[in-house]
T-cell receptor
Framework: GDSVTQMEGPVTLSEEAFLTINCTYTATGYPSLFWYVQYPGEGLQLLLKATKADDKGSNKGFEATYRKETTSFHLEKGSVQVSDSAVYFCALSRNQAGGTSYGKLTFGQGTILTVHP | DADVTQTPRNRITKTGKRIMLECSQTKGHDRMYWYRQDPGLGLRLIYYSFDVKDINKGEISDGYSVSRQAQAKFSLSLESAIPNQTALYFC?????????FGSGTRLTVV
C-alpha cells in the first residue's frame, strides 16, 4: 500500500537557519504530494502541494519539488523564523478521475520543528 | 466561526462507554473525513464520506462507526471505548481544490 516516510525529529534550529525536512513516499502511479503544517492547538493547514513530477510547490517561503526518480518531496526554507515552529506533515493522495484528491490522504509521521530566537 | 467545527474539544471517558464526536462544516464541501492522530504515527484515516449516502471505511475503522446526518454534519462514534483509542481526532472536508481540517478533539479513555 501507499506510505510516506519523514525524517526523524524533532528538529531544532536558530532563527534565519536553513531548513530541510526530508520526505519520501511509496505509491503506484502518480500521486499528488502535500505538506501540511500544524501549529500548537490547531488543526492541519495545507502549506503547499505538487500534483505531477518536477512540479515545485511553494508558499510562505517554503518550497518542495516532486522528484519521481527519487520518490521524494523534501521541504525547504532558506531562513526560518520563530513563527515557523510547528509540526510538519508530508502526505500523498491518489489522484482521481477529474483531478487531484485533497481529502483521502496518507500521512507521514510528522516532524516537530522548533526555532529559537 | 470556524469552517470546520468539532465538538467536544476535549473529552475524558471510561472504558466501555459509548461516545460520539461531532463535526459540522460551513465550507459547502461534499466530502468529509475522520482521522486519528497518534504521536509518531501521523494521521490515519478512519472513515470517509463523499456525499450523504456514501460511507467508506478507511485504514483503521475497527471499533468505530460514523453517521452522515446531512451534507454539513459527520459524526464519529466509539461504541465501546477502550484505552488504545486515546488519541487526537480530526475531522476534515475537501473539494477539488483544497482540504480544511477542524481543530481536533482530544479523547482520553481511562
Amino acid at each position: 500500500g501507499d506510505s510516506v516516510t519523514q525524517m526523524e525529529g524533532p528538529v531544532t534550529l536558530s532563527e534565519e537557519a536553513f531548513l530541510t525536512i526530508n520526505c519520501t513516499y511509496t505509491a503506484t502511479g502518480y500521486p499528488s504530494l502535500f505538506w501540511y503544517v500544524q501549529y500548537p492547538g490547531e488543526g492541519l493547514q495545507l502549506l503547499l502541494k505538487a500534483t505531477k513530477a518536477d512540479d515545485k510547490g511553494s508558499n510562505k517561503g517554503f518550497e518542495a519539488t516532486y522528484r519521481k526518480e527519487t520518490t521524494s518531496f523534501h521541504l525547504e526554507k532558506g531562513s526560518v523564523q520563530v513563527s515557523d515552529s510547528a509540526v510538519y506533515f508530508c502526505a500523498l493522495s491518489r489522484n482521481q478521475a477529474g483531478g487531484t484528491s485533497y481529502g483521502k490522504l496518507t500521512f507521514g509521521q510528522g516532524t516537530i520543528l522548533t526555532v529559537h530566537p | 466561526d470556524a469552517d470546520v467545527t468539532q465538538t467536544p474539544r476535549n473529552r475524558i471517558t471510561k472504558t466501555g462507554k459509548r461516545i460520539m464526536l461531532e463535526c459540522s462544516q460551513t465550507k459547502g464541501h461534499d466530502r468529509m473525513y475522520w482521522y486519528r492522530q497518534d504521536p509518531g504515527l501521523g494521521l490515519r484515516l478512519i472513515y470517509y464520506s463523499f456525499d450523504v449516502k456514501d460511507i467508506n471505511k478507511g485504514e483503521i475503522s475497527d471499533g468505530y462507526s460514523v453517521s452522515r446526518q446531512a451534507q454539513a454534519k459527520f459524526s464519529l462514534s466509539l461504541e465501546s471505548a477502550i484505552p488504545n483509542q486515546t488519541a487526537l481526532y480530526f475531522c476534515a472536508t475537501s473539494d477539488s481544490r483544497t482540504s480544511t481540517f477542524g481543530s481536533g478533539t482530544r479523547l482520553t479513555v481511562v
